[in-house]
């Protein structure tokens, strides 16, 4: 019998976050975090990992820490560090995580995503609805200054690169910059430490024999198209350029 789950969940508030841990009795856990009245909104399930054995918070964000020391939300305060269970990573790929260890481990029984439901929905539409309201002027500075220095000097080069290509304008939108030719080509989000691209192109219209893509036919993303790849550094800009040139060909040239 499961001695508890970790935890994955998600927030209107602030969208580009998600908050990972583990809690013995999970409904206790979220009333507590729920009762603040400093969140405009509540949290909700994401998805959840049972396991067997009583774990600490700190032994989830170890492990996830060590698969990536820069997710994790970490700000300076009156000279101290404020370290929270904050990561700055969209809710599949912390679900992604926990996929890879289920899968590894055998596991993959435990570990299932939650449908958002009843005030879940209405919360996530009304926090959708203030933002279209409140961001009424959206720029690429503003999307870049999510990011690093890092992820700007990335987007900065694929941005010359596309651009390379003819005939392409650039739309910053509320949660993407979309770079268009005739329709959208594909759409940059500006993450942490890495930039995410949708590919505006159908399933199985993509060649990519590296197998860079994920397949996101099937789930919720920002940015149009069926594919979505990860930029971490600068030596995978040629490739990635070569799977965004399929897309400029496909849409850009029809």
Known sequence: MAKGVIYVLTNPSFPEYVKIGYADNLEKRLKEFNNSACLPFAFRVYCIYEVNERLKDRDVHSLIDKLNPELRAIETFDGKPRIREFYNISAEDAYEILYKIASISGTLDRLRKMNPEGHEILDEKMANEIRDTSEVCFTEEKHLSKGTNKTRSLYDELKRRIISFGNISIEPRKFYIAFKSYSNICDVVIQ????????????????????????VSSKGHWGNGDYIIYIENEGMLDYSTFLIRQAYDYRGLS
Not at 195 to 210: F, S, Y
Request: aromatic share 0%; no cysteine; glycine share 4%.
């Open 192 to 215: 942490k430490n890495k930039l995410q691209i949708a590919l505006n192109l159908p399933e199985g219209k993509l060649q990519d024999p590296q197998n860079m893509a994920k397949d």
